[in-house]
């Protein structure tokens, strides 16, 4: 009797512990992702949001990041006079694995993703 009152309590405890820290892990890998956007802006002259989403792809550290997951915008240039900074935001769509949703009730997006974002600066070099 007391098993079935605990057990659903248990299996949330243990669903949030697995799933948000997968949520901890994704985010850090995008802010990770976003800090080599900046980089990669602040290094490359002819700075093309291809060529620094690539460069960004080729340096992350992890596979979380899978191209049609993530968009990478360059929202500052070194190029432009006045700014003097490079910025670069990451926006990536995590997902539960765990069927932490249908027992806590937690609400995720219209699609079904809770967004993770990550913004960068870094000041151009002279």
Known sequence: METALV??????????????GRMLNTQIKVTEAAREGARALTLVDDAEAGTVAGTVMGRTPSAILGPGFWTGTPAGDCRVDGT???????AYGFEFITPLTVFAGIGTGTDGFIPLTARAVLPCRA
């Open 7 to 20: 057990l659903p309590l248990l299996l949330i405890v243990v669903f949030a512990i697995i799933d948000f």
């Open 84 to 90: 003097r900074q490079a910025t670069y935001q990451v």
